[in-house]
Structures are given as C-alpha cells and as structure tokens.
C-alpha cells in the first residue's frame, strides 16, 4: 500500500490569496493589460494563469506604460521605487505588499527614526529584503546576514543599542538559533513583539516537520525561486526524510524514488495553487491500484486579509 500523508495547512496563504486577489480585481476593474512590477507572488504556474489574462510582469518601471495600472508585488519595494514611479507619472499604483511584510517595513523605518543600528535576517538578493531595507535608503547603519558566521563581521559596538527585523520566509530554528547569537553578542538587542517570521511559514514548516516523521519521502509543490518552497524542502530533509523534492508540479514528479509500498508526505508552498497537489493526487491514483491518504493537521489557519 501506498500512503500518502497531506500536510495542512499548506499552500496559499492570505497575503498571497491578497495579492492574486488584488491583481484579478484590478483586471476586472481596469482590463487588460495591467503590469505589475516583478512577479506578484514567487510561483510559475501564478504567473502564468495571470499573464494568459492580460496582466504583464516586468522588472523595470521603464517597461511599463504609465498610462496602465501598475502593482507593487507581494514582496515589497522601496521607498525609490514607489517615488520614481509617481515621478514618472504613473495614473495608478496599487500596493500588493503582504501586510506582514508592511509591518517590518513599519518597524524598520522606527529603528532609523530612533537612530539604532539595524540587522536585517535574510537573503541580500531576496526582493524582500530588498524592499525592506529599501525603506530606510540613505540610512548607513544598517547591515544585512543570512547566516551565524556573519555575526562576527557585523561592525556595531557591542554595548549599542541594536535593532533587527527577519524576511518573513526563513527557516524558523535556523533564525532563532541566529537571534540566540545574535542576543549573546548584543545584550541590548530588540525586535517586534513578535517574531518577523510570518505565521503561514510556521506553520507549514511545522506540518512538514510532522509529516518527515511518517515518510520517507517529501514532496514539496513549488517554484525553484520560491524562498518559503525551498526551506518547507530544507525542514524535511533535516526532520527525518530520506528524500525530498521541490517540484512545480506533477510533471517533475520522481517517479523513481517511489515505490508501491511506500510512504510519501505532500505538502505546498505559501505560493503555490491547491490544484497543483490535487492535479497531484489524481496522477498518483491513476498510477497505483492501492492508496490511502492521511491528513496531518497541525493548525487551522482563518486569517484573512482584505483587498
């Protein structure tokens, strides 16, 4: 028997289900085309449905016609991209930023108005943490790290008061034994009340660390630029899975590393559309005669976030 174990939740979270709904009203409202500035939200197949209804995504403001909607992703910009875009004369600009990501940009620019030194958790090239940092841009004391062994180049005075934020996409142990570090090398470190690391990633790095424990191999749909996708494959592989693989979708699947009596753990990225697992599914039914699906329930998600 095959079994196969569904992590939830999994898949879409609000701040997503915000931005493509943003993106889908603007269309209705505006027709085609409309642009938005990088993709909306990091996943192919995301981008592709949006792209066949008209919506064009581009990587430069210069390549868009200011007489057209244009959308901030999901991810953020900065404070020079919002203010070229009014400068060049854009009619409309809609803001799709995840409203967890809006509140470390708020919080990001009160370290600068307090006048900390600043550490920003995350990855420099990341579009987030690129529109994060970008809210504070003439600001100089502020330092990007992605991993403990930067702490030591970090040139702030031990005794300073230091401020920091995280990109809402890490992996949560790995962030907070670097905070742990962090915290031992400035005593006067604070932070959000709670942490920057959003609520879906949490909880979906904590039902794929449920569902290593049940298989040997782990599934994750998701796109290979997705930062949630690749760490939800990062959890299993160091939770007790033998394998496990970021796929698009049912095409990539490793069909090889299966066998018929096996157990296999499913789960999706924070960007990725639920019919991907379902599509998913359906190829694993017409390919084994005997299949039985288990849940894994680890939280009950109802945040929702208007448009």
Same mark, same amino acid.
């Given at each position: 028997?095959?079994?196969?174990?569904?992590?939830?939740?999994?898949?879409?979270?609000?701040?997503?289900?915000? =931005?493509?709904?943003?993106?889908?009203?603007?269309?209705?409202?505006?027709?085609?085309?409309?642009?938005?500035?990088?993709?909306?939200?990091?996943?192919? @197949?995301?981008?592709?449905?949006?792209?066949?209804?008209?919506?064009?995504?581009?990587?430069?403001?210069?390549?868009?016609?200011?007489?057209?909607?244009?959308?901030?992703?999901?991810?953020?910009?900065?404070?020079?991209?919002?203010?070229?875009?009014?400068?060049?004369?854009?009619?409309?600009?809609?803001?799709?930023?995840?409203?967890?990501?809006?509140?470390?940009?708020?919080?990001?620019?009160?370290?600068?108005?307090?006048?900390?030194?600043?550490?920003?958790?995350?990855?420099?090239?990341?579009?987030?943490?690129?529109?994060?940092?970008?809210?504070?841009?003439?600001?100089?004391?502020?330092?990007?790290?992605?991993?403990?062994?930067?702490?030591?180049?970090?040139?702030?005075?031990?005794?300073?008061?230091?401020?920091?934020?995280?990109?809402? /996409?890490?992996?949560?142990?790995?962030?907070?034994?670097?905070?742990?570090?962090?915290?031992?090398?400035?005593?006067?470190?604070?932070?959000?009340?709670?942490?920057?690391?959003?609520?879906? /990633?949490?909880?979906?790095?904590?039902?794929?660390?449920?569902? =290593?424990?049940?298989?040997?191999?782990?599934?994750?749909? $998701?796109?290979?630029?997705?930062?949630?996708?690749?760490?939800?494959?990062?959890?299993?592989?160091?939770?007790?899975?033998?394998?496990?693989?970021?796929?698009?979708?049912?095409?990539?699947?490793?069909?090889?590393?299966?066998?018929?009596?096996?157990?296999?753990?499913?789960? =999706? $990225?924070?960007?990725?559309?639920?019919?991907?697992?379902?599509?998913?599914?359906?190829?694993?039914?017409?390919?084994?005669?005997?299949?039985?699906? @288990?849940?894994?329930?680890?939280?009950?998600?109802?945040?929702?976030?208007? @448009?």
């Amino acid at each position: 028997m095959l079994n196969i174990y569904l992590a939830s939740p999994r898949g879409f979270c609000s701040g997503v289900r915000r =931005a493509v709904g943003i993106v889908e009203d603007c269309l209705k409202d505006y027709g085609a085309p409309i642009y938005v500035l990088h993709e909306i939200v990091h996943n192919r @197949h995301v981008v592709s449905d949006l792209e066949r209804q008209g919506v064009v995504f581009v990587e430069s403001l210069d390549d868009a016609d200011i007489t057209r909607p244009l959308i901030f992703s999901a991810h953020g910009v900065s404070e020079t991209v919002v203010k070229k875009a009014q400068d060049m004369g854009f009619k409309t600009l809609i803001d799709a930023t995840c409203p967890l990501v809006a509140k470390v940009h708020r919080q990001i620019r009160k370290y600068a108005q307090e006048k900390l030194n600043i550490v920003v958790i995350g990855k420099s090239e990341h579009p987030e943490i690129i529109g994060t940092v970008g809210q504070i841009p003439n600001y100089k004391q502020v330092r990007v790290i992605k991993k403990i062994e930067d702490i030591a180049s970090l040139p702030f005075d031990k005794e300073s008061p230091i401020g920091f934020v995280t990109q809402t /996409t890490l992996s949560v142990s790995d962030t907070k034994e670097l905070i742990c570090e962090l915290q031992q090398k400035y005593p006067k470190l604070s932070a959000l009340k709670k942490d920057d690391i959003c609520y879906a /990633t949490t909880n979906r790095q904590a039902a794929v660390r449920a569902l =290593a424990q049940e298989c040997r191999v782990v599934v994750i749909l $998701g796109s290979k630029n997705s930062s949630n996708s690749k760490q939800l494959q990062n959890v299993a592989l160091q939770s007790g899975a033998s394998k496990a693989f970021l796929i698009d979708d049912k095409s990539e699947f490793p069909w090889d590393c299966l066998q018929a009596e096996d157990s296999l753990g499913i789960s =999706a $990225g924070a960007s990725a559309p639920e019919y991907l697992v379902q599509e998913l599914l359906t190829e694993l039914q017409n390919r084994y005669e005997n299949i039985k699906v @288990h849940d894994v329930i680890i939280a009950t998600e109802n945040i929702t976030f208007k @448009h």
